[in-house]
């Protein structure tokens, strides 16, 4: 976070700098200085760098350990056990950093691909992180707007903050049409049936405990539109999720797990809001009588 900001100028802060879970930094021209030598490109960082690092030193380490084994214990199966796990690490922290680096861009479309966008749309990016997801959505629409939640965690994105984000959003040319939020998954500060569509990827399984993890999914729900979609990609828990979304009153679709340019493997659930309450409430009915 920056240092305290001028009150009349930035009435979302606190009076120490900090964005309350209520309060909304709006990425309009003078929220934020950004140099330009900041500004020139977007940088979206390395998801869970933590595990890129550790599966690389395991790796390491098991192939040094092979190593020892061959020239001083001798045991020929081990060596060949330690050698495949330490290239299996390495290959899984060369695939973890590639989709960090260059596959996350080909699933933030595929992600995107599931809506069937008008412009004007309202569009919620849960977990924003450095804006992936919020800048790819703002920029399919027209009147639309985009707004990004998330805490900024630094263990789950490389230099995770609001700064960041703010440079990446100035970079894309998308700030005067997005706003950031600071505040929880599990407790968003939107009044109900403000978004018609939620974003997220490789968020919710970030949240501890699959009753804080099913109160996002109700939340996110919760602030959908009638008639609004929820595209929730994940790589873990999205079968709970959607399970969620069923008992919410939505339809629910799952797609894939993708592999290849999603790595570790990751599944998306595409949930739907009925157009009406009344919809819904049928529903319900219906799957009360199936029971």
């Known amino acids: 976070m920056r240092g305290c900001a001028d009150e009349e100028d930035h009435a979302d802060f606190d009076r120490c700098g900090r964005l309350s879970n209520l309060g909304a930094w709006h990425a309009k021209s003078g929220a934020s200085v950004v140099t330009a030598a900041m500004a020139n490109r977007?940088?979206?960082?390395?998801?869970?760098?933590?595990?890129?690092?550790g599966l690389a030193l395991a790796g390491i380490a098991a192939l040094a350990l092979a190593g020892i084994d061959a020239a001083w214990l001798g045991i020929p199966w081990l060596t060949i056990v330690l050698a495949v796990i330490g290239f299996a690490l390495l290959l899984a922290s060369a695939l973890t950093l590639?989709?960090?680096?260059?596959?996350?861009?080909?699933?933030?479309?595929?992600?995107?691909?599931?809506?069937?966008?008008?412009?004007?749309?309202?569009?919620?990016?849960?977990?924003t992180g450095r804006g992936l997801l919020l800048v790819g959505a703002v920029k399919r629409l027209t009147t639309g707007r985009g707004t990004g939640l998330d805490i900024w965690s630094k263990k789950d994105l490389s230099d995770n903050s609001i700064d960041r984000t703010m440079n990446n959003l100035a970079a894309e040319d998308v700030t005067a049409r997005c706003e950031l939020v600071t505040g929880?998954?599990?407790?968003?500060?939107?009044?109900?049936?403000?978004?018609?569509?939620?974003?997220?990827?490789?968020?919710?399984?970030?949240?501890?405990?699959?009753?804080?993890?099913?109160?996002?999914?109700?939340?996110?729900?919760?602030?959908?539109?009638?008639?609004?979609?929820?595209?929730?990609?994940?790589?873990?828990?999205?079968?709970?999720?959607?399970?969620?979304?069923?008992?919410?009153?939505?339809?629910?679709?799952?797609?894939?797990?993708?592999?290849?340019?999603?790595?570790?493997?990751?599944?998306?659930?595409?949930?739907?809001?009925?157009?009406?309450?009344?919809?819904?409430?049928?529903?319900?009915?219906?799957?009360?009588?199936?029971?």
């Open 184 to 291: 929880p998954a599990q407790q968003m500060p939107f009044p109900d049936g403000s978004f018609d569509v939620v974003v997220s990827n490789l968020c919710l399984h970030n949240i501890r405990g699959s009753a804080t993890r099913a109160a996002a999914c109700r939340e996110i729900a919760r602030v959908l539109k009638p008639g609004g979609i929820a595209v929730i990609s994940d790589l873990m828990f999205v079968s709970r999720h959607a399970e969620t979304f069923r008992a919410a009153g939505m339809t629910v679709d799952c797609d894939g797990p993708y592999l290849w340019d999603a790595f570790p493997p990751q599944k998306i659930a595409i949930a739907r809001q009925p157009h009406s309450v009344s919809t819904a409430t049928a529903a319900d009915a219906n799957r009360g009588t199936m029971r």
């Open 42 to 53: 977007p940088d979206y960082g390395v998801d869970a760098p933590g595990v890129v690092r």
């Open 98 to 127: 590639r989709n960090a680096l260059h596959g996350k861009f080909r699933h933030r479309d595929r992600i995107l691909g599931h809506v069937d966008w008008r412009g004007d749309e309202r569009v919620l990016d849960v977990g």
